[in-house]
């Protein structure tokens, strides 16, 4: 059973009566300004790091692996 039009509309008004419209365009402020800070943190983690990563080259036969220390940007580049 979905609510219509008109239920949808007298769920707003109690809404509006119980909370008053302070309070929810507060909270809607809230909300907002979450999802900002949620955007900013997921497009900080998209730029490179420069940080140096070592991995170990080990080539079938090779006694001895070798360190190899890379950034991420010189990873990312060479793929």
């Keep these: 059973m979905n609510p219509g039009p008109w ?3 007298v769920i707003a008004i109690v809404v ?10 507060g ?3 809230e909300v907002a300004g979450g999802i900002k800070a949620f955007r ?3 497009s ?3 730029t490179p790091d420069d ?3 070592a991995t170990i080259d ?3 036969g090779q006694a001895e692996p070798t360190l190899n220390q890379t950034t991420e ?7």
């Design 51 to 53: 940080k140096p990563t």
């Design 27 to 29: 909270l809607m402020g």
């Design 40 to 42: 900013k943190g997921m």
């Design 58 to 60: 080990q080539k079938p």
């Design 73 to 79: 940007a010189e990873r990312r580049k060479d793929a």
């Design 44 to 46: 900080e983690d998209d």
């Design 7 to 9: 239920g949808l509309l």
């Design 16 to 25: 509006l009566l119980l909370f008053g419209r302070g309070k929810i365009s």
